[in-house]
């Protein structure tokens, strides 16, 4: 039996075939009542009132402590960290040596020399890594996310977004919210508990992240729940939660670049058979034997932005040369709007047509976990479609995904192609016919507030 990724992708014969029969279901959020009210309400309120997320289950915590801890980050991230006080939060970002995406996590300077890494495991798996193989004088505690973890979360943490998510925290603290820039991060009391808040916004609406320890969370929620009464503060279930990407435009899970490179073999034992880069389902209607196929580049993903030649760090060199060589604009970001009678049909095709499109599941319409579909004009795979669902707010399918840059235009007409053409073990693919669906390529973020203005205030 294989005891790490790199036996198990040896087992399996290559790095795709271990991943597209893999038989683990895909991430879903742990421990999280799947809805409060109805999906659809819930996906209305953060554009109309406010609602309460709860991050609690679904992520993991890296905390990063020791005078060697700004050195760690910096080593590994694209993005700069020469301005990085405490009391604000970064979205970092790591490569490998040829420059492509291994993930991304949010990074908190909690104080002097602590930092806190929050997110899915890719980007922590790198970071936890090197914290403890790399030589640096860092101390490190981790708390693995609900699905994993036995027993509860060191901390708690929530969201309250929406047009009306001050009017509750004002509610809530007794107090006027402070004026903070994007990603800086203040305290609140909230029912006699010290809590800590970083300014943040999803799906282009403004809102605090706050979190504290886990003792304290149900005098907090309660707290909150009480001050969100009167201002329609509604919680989101764990069917709604994921869709906020889709109008925030954030590619939540890019496969991991790991699969391949020797420099990252040592790596690759490090991580056990249980790790997610390891069990985690790929899947769709692109497939390709060749694993770097399904990898993005920064520039692919719209962070090129933050990418910073003012330190060394793991990828540097590749990037540079991608910029020399003219290679960063082959690829975006952008938001595909499925056409709805094509996705009714597809939809409706398991009533009449006998094995349809049956996995088109609302809200969120993932069956695996890395997920790619092609992309096409005339024929072509011309990109390809990741993030997928439904979205109450603007009434349509969407899906986030990269296409070439001569198709960016807002307004190109393309094909997605929905189904899978290559069979495979994964548990929630039903017998099913393969279907084409127009779309529409558009902006991502796909919500003009979430594009423009809600980091600048």
């Known amino acids: 039996m294989a005891r790490n990724l790199e036996e198990a992708i040896k087992e399996a014969g290559s790095p795709v075939k ?173 029912a006699g508990k010290t809590v800590r808040a970083l300014r943040h916004g999803m799906a282009g609406e403004p809102g605090f992240e706050i979190w504290g320890p886990w003792e304290d969370k149900d005098a907090v929620h309660a707290a909150i729940l009480e001050a969100g009464k009167k201002h329609g503060l509604t919680q989101v279930g764990g069917r709604a939660y994921h869709t906020n990407a889709l109008e925030s435009g954030w590619l939540p899970r890019p496969l991991p670049a790991i699969y391949t490179d020797e420099r990252l073999a040592d790596y690759r034992r490090w991580l056990d058979e249980n790790a997610y880069e390891t069990i985690s389902p790929l899947g769709g209607s692109f497939h390709s034997e060749n694993i770097e196929d399904y990898y993005f580049t920064p520039y692919d993903l719209d962070y090129g932005r933050i990418v910073a030649f003012d330190h060394d760090f793991i990828g540097r060199e590749a990037l540079e040369k991608m910029v020399a060589d003219g290679k960063t604009g082959e690829r975006k970001k952008v938001t595909f709007v499925w056409n709805g009678d094509d996705t009714a049909a597809a939809y409706g095709s398991m009533f009449h047509q006998g094995p349809g499109a049956k996995f088109i599941n609302l809200p969120m319409s993932l069956y695996d976990t890395f997920h790619a579909d092609r992309i096409e004009i005339d024929g072509k795979v011309v990109g390809l479609s990741t993030w997928c669902g439904y979205s109450a707010n603007e009434r349509a399918m969407l899906s986030l995904g990269v296409i070439d840059a001569a198709f960016a235009e807002p307004g190109t007409e393309v094909t997605l192609v929905w189904g899978e053409d290559t069979p495979s073990a994964k548990v929630q693919v039903e017998d099913h016919v393969q279907v084409k669906i127009r779309a529409t390529v558009q902006a991502a973020p796909l919500v003009e507030k979430a594009r423009t203005s809600y980091r600048a205030n």
């Not at 999280?32 to 992520?59: G, I, K, P, S």
């Not at 970002?93 to 300077?109: E, Q, R, T, W």
């Not at 929050?118 to 970071?127: D, E, K």
């Not at 925290?169 to 820039?181: F, M, S």
């Open 18 to 190: 271990l991943l597209w029969e893999s038989t683990t279901p895909p991430s879903v959020v742990p421990r999280v009542v799947q809805e409060f009210t109805n999906w659809r309400d819930e996906q209305l309120a953060w554009r109309r009132t406010a609602v309460l997320y709860d991050q609690c289950h679904h992520m993991a915590d890296l905390n990063i402590k020791g005078p060697d801890a700004l050195k760690l980050i910096s080593d590994l991230a694209v993005n700069s960290v020469e301005k990085f006080p405490v009391d604000m939060a970064k979205q970092f970002v790591a490569v490998n040596h040829d420059g492509y995406v291994i993930g991304d996590n949010i990074l908190f300077h909690l104080e002097e020399d602590e930092f806190q890494a929050v997110g899915i495991p890719p980007s922590i798996n790198w970071m936890h890594y090197h914290a403890v193989t790399g030589g640096y004088d860092v101390r490190i505690w981790r708390d693995d996310n609900s699905a994993v973890r036995k027993g509860d979360p060191v901390n708690y943490r929530y969201q309250i977004q929406g047009p009306g998510a001050m009017d509750v925290i004002r509610d809530a603290t007794g107090e006027e919210p402070p004026k903070l820039k994007f990603f800086y991060m203040t305290r609140f009391t909230i």
